[in-house]
């Protein structure tokens, strides 16, 4: 069993940046794929990044180029480090874990969720 809990949310402007955590509690934390998604008002719950326990990842096309994923096993957290954020990357982010080890970017693919916490970006 894994729990997590996330960190780091809260309002930004459009341009500014904000990084967000997510702490595991569990000893196999490195085994896992980790992933980031997010589920803007009134729209389903969508990928955003994942990352797998060797630093491997994948982004959506949205956030790519912009947002990076990265992780410190030795800290059981993940973090999500958002860049030029817009208006459209306001949602609740969820930060997700997953046992097998590929990367995959299906939201049924993860069997832990955290409680998910809200980014706000304003124009």
């Known amino acids: 069993q894994v729990q997590l809990v996330e960190s780091g949310g809260g309002l930004a402007q459009a341009g500014d940046s904000l990084r967000l955590s997510c702490a595991a509690s569990g000893r196999t934390f490195s085994r896992y794929v980790m992933g980031w998604f997010r589920q803007a008002p009134g729209k389903d719950r969508e990928f955003v990044a994942a990352?797998?326990?060797?630093?491997?990842?994948t982004y959506a096309d949205s956030v790519k180029g912009r947002f990076t994923i990265s992780r410190d096993n030795a800290k059981n957290t993940v973090y999500l480090q958002m860049n030029s954020l817009n208006p459209e990357d306001t949602a609740v982010y969820y930060c997700a874990a997953r046992e097998a080890p590929a990367l995959r970017v299906e939201i049924e693919r993860y069997e832990y969720w955290g409680q998910g916490i809200q980014v706000t970006v304003s124009s």
């Open positions: 990352i797998n326990w060797s630093g491997g990842s």
